[in-house]
Nanobody, 123 residues
Framework: QVQLVESGGGLVQAGGSLRLSCAASGRTFSTYDMAWFRQAPGKQRELVAGITSGLSTYYPDSVKGRFTVSRDNAKNTVYLQMNSLKPEDTAVYYC?????????????????WGQGTQVTVSS
């Protein structure tokens, strides 16, 4: 069983930056695809960024150029650097991991989820 624990959320002004971290338990972290999702009140969970075990990254247009996903396999940690934050980025951010490859948009393909961390961007 893999446990994911997010940290780094908080309140930031528009235009500011935050760095989220997701620490994973388990010895096979390096073989997992990892992703960040977010969910705002009343909205569906949406993909924010993905990184494969081979270090390929993917971003939807809504965050491309502002967010950067990375991973440190030695620390079993995946990061999400968020710059130029906007009020519409306000949401609970979740880290997710999976053992097999699939589209990053395929939410059911993710085996493990963190508890989420709140990000609030004020205008």
């Amino acid at each position: 069983q893999v446990q994911l624990v997010e940290s780094g959320g908080g309140l930031v002004q528009a235009g500011g930056s935050l760095r989220l971290s997701c620490a994973a338990s388990g010895r096979t972290f390096s073989t997992y695809d990892m992703a960040w999702f977010r969910q705002a009140p009343g909205k569906q969970r949406e993909l924010v960024a993905g990184i494969t075990s081979g270090l390929s990254t993917y971003y939807p247009d809504s965050v491309k150029g502002r967010f950067t996903v990375s991973r440190d396999n030695a620390k079993n940690t995946v990061y999400l650097q968020m710059n130029s934050l906007k009020p519409e980025d306000t949401a609970v951010y979740y880290c997710a991991g999976r053992m097999r490859s699939d589209s990053f948009y395929a939410i059911p393909s993710f085996d493990y989820w963190g508890q989420g961390t709140q990000v609030t961007v004020s205008s």
